[in-house]
C-alpha cells in the first residue's frame, strides 16, 4: 500500500498561501525551529519519527522548458512531511489533542484551514491536502519509535555491563548478570508486521 512501509507510515501534504502570508510564516518557522517548544511538542509524542514543515516559493517551483507550459502561480505552498506509526486517524488526532496550539500558529497562514480543532474538518482538510508517497524506504520498517528507543537503552545497558564484567568474581557477575536483566527485560520486545487499522 503507498504511504506504508512495515510499521511505519509517509505523510506529505501541500497546502496554498498567499504570497504575503508565506513571507511571515517563514520567518515564524525560523523562530520556531530554533525553539524547543514545537520540536518538544513532536518528541512527546512517541510515534513520530520525523515531521518538517517548509515553504516553498511559487517561483522556485520546477520549469523544464520544452513544452511544458509556463505557469503563472498565484499561491506559495507550505509542504508537511512526516513519517509515524500507527495509522493516520491516530496520527491526526494525536495532533489535534496534543500540539494542537503549534499546528494552528503554522497552518492558519494556508488557504482553508478549519483549524486542528475539532478533529473532523482538520481531518478533511489533511486528507484534502495530502498526496500518495510513491517511494517510501526505510531501515526497519517493522520496527517502531519506541522499538529503536528501546534498542538504544539496552545497548547502553549492556555495555556497561561488559565493561565492569572482566573484574568480576563468577558469583558478584551472576549478580550482575541478573540486575542487568532485570533492567532491561522491559526494553526486550519483538519486532514484526503492524496490526491491521484504518
Known amino acids: ?77 507550505l509542504l508537511f512531511f512526516s513519517n509515524f506509526n500507527g495509522t493516520w486517524n491516530q496520527y491526526i488526532d494525536s495532533f489535534s489533542t496534543a500540539i494542537s496550539g503549534d499546528l494552528n500558529g503554522i497552518a492558519v497562514w494556508t488557504e482553508k484551514f478549519p483549524g486542528s480543532v475539532p478533529v473532523t474538518p482538520f481531518k478533511r482538510w489533511i486528507a484534502a491536502a495530502q498526496f500518495d508517497t510513491d517511494y517510501y524506504y526505510s531501515a526497519y520498517p517493522h520496527a517502531t519509535v519506541n522499538d529503536v528507543r528501546a534498542a538504544h537503552r539496552v545497548e547502553a545497558a549492556l555495555n556497561a555491563f561488559a565493561a565492569n564484567a572482566a573484574e568480576l568474581t563468577p558469583e558478584e557477575f551472576g549478580r550482575a548478570y541478573l540486575k542487568f536483566l532485570v533492567r532491561i527485560q522491559g526494553d526486550l520486545g519483538t519486532t514484526g508486521p503492524p496490526p491491521v487499522g484504518d
Open 1 to 77: 500500500m503507498t504511504n506504508i512501509n512495515g510499521k511505519t507510515y509517509a505523510l506529505a501534504a501541500i497546502a496554498p498561501m498567499r504570497p504575503w502570508k508565506a513571507r511571515i510564516l517563514q520567518l515564524l518557522l525560523g523562530i520556531t525551529q530554533r525553539s524547543m517548544a514545537l520540536q518538544k511538542g513532536l518528541s512527546d509524542l512517541s510515534m513520530v519519527h520525523f515531521a518538517r514543515f517548509a515553504v516553498v516559493s511559487r517561483s522556485s517551483l520546477a520549469f523544464f522548458g520544452g513544452n511544458q507550459p509556463k505557469e503563472n502561480l498565484h499561491y506559495h505552498y
